[in-house]
């Protein structure tokens, strides 16, 4: 007679069992009506068969998840059509082609999206772009219409294209650089000539604190130069290492940072957790616990019955599911 380990059966279970989406307990006795804006409520709304009109069309219509767009392009009751115009996901992107008379869209969304296909729509209808917005846009074949027809690029919205080419180009013609704009990316090469020259660096110091290049955040921690509002959103692990020692920064400036300590800072520090009821941490995956014990005794149970221990797994398991 052989007994299945008990480490056996949870790697066993934490493999086979699907995880299931749930909410922190601080936020359960907030309405799901206050999380409208959350990305990860259509999860937990479609798993508990809740309406999804209780969702954002515009949250929802921003979404890239396959699982979110591909309900959206057949409910498309639910779509913010002009957030969906800017929406890269092939699908997003297709229905938006096929639909495109039936809808009355902004060209500035649709000048946002950088899927090759909805690049290739508008250079072949090129009165419909809307030629601010496309200046931002990083599709390399967007960047290489614009750098062979310069007359076309708004250079304050050029500054802001994160494409190599692009802040190749305005490297080489620092003329047409807007700063606040361009001290925010995260490159090499822009780091280096804003290091080099650290006083337009700190006469920049609210927006380059946006920065997530090392060597940026660095400097700014370094020489005590954060721009305490705009740095409370940076990402580079050594700003929210800064950011978590460092209490006198204001928690609300918080809000949208994805890092789960910062989360669970903030939400430690007030008294009204509802002002963060649309942070994505709201949302965490988990087994069912229910579930997990009843499967867990099971195992347990076939296994000291003996036989063909691979056969009594597959059956307890998929019998049920």
């Known amino acids: 007679m052989f007994s299945l380990p008990q480490s056996i059966v949870c790697v066993i279970l934490d493999y086979a069992l699907p995880l299931i989406p749930a909410i922190r307990p601080e936020f359960q006795t907030i309405p799901i009506t206050q999380m409208s804006s959350n990305p990860n409520a259509f999860f937990y709304v479609r798993y508990h068969g809740l309406p999804l009109s209780c969702l954002s069309p515009t949250m929802l219509s921003e979404q890239t998840h396959d699982n979110i767009v591909s309900y959206l392009v057949t409910h498309p009751e639910y779509i913010d059509s002009n957030l969906f115009c800017k929406n890269p996901h092939p699908k997003a992107v297709q229905f938006i082609l096929h639909h495109i008379d039936c ?31 496309f200046s931002t846009n990083p599709n390399d074949l967007v960047v290489t219409f614009l750098l062979s027809r310069t007359q076309y ?19 080489d013609h620092p003329e047409y650089i807007t700063w606040r704009h361009f001290c925010k990316h995260n490159d090499d090469r822009v780091v280096q000539y804003l290091l080099q020259d650290t006083e337009l660096l700190e006469r920049l110091v609210y927006d380059v604190s946006c920065n997530t290049h090392n060597d940026i955040v660095r400097y700014l921690v370094d020489h005590r130069l954060v721009g305490q509002s705009s740095f409370c ?45 649309n942070h994505p941490h709201v949302f965490y995956e988990t087994k069912n616990s229910n579930e997990y014990e009843w499967y867990q005794d099971l195992l347990l149970e076939k296994s000291m019955e003996g036989g063909s221990l691979s056969r009594q797994i597959h059956k ?4 049920k599911m």
């Open 103 to 133: 809808y009355e869209l902004h060209w500035e969304y649709l000048s946002q999206n950088t899927n090759d296909d909805m690049v290739m729509y508008l250079l072949n209808h090129p009165r419909m772009i809307h030629w601010y917005v």
């Open 153 to 171: 690029i708004a250079w304050d919205s050029f500054s802001k294209n994160k494409n190599k080419r692009a802040i190749s180009y305005l490297l």
């Open 233 to 277: 959103k940076n990402t580079n692990p050594l700003a929210i290492d800064y950011i978590l020692t460092n209490s006198s920064m204001s928690f609300p400036f918080h809000a949208t940072h994805p890092d789960l300590r910062v989360f669970l800072m903030m939400i430690q520090h007030t008294t009204d957790v509802t002002l963060y009821s």
């Open 316 to 319: 307890t398991l998929y019998n």
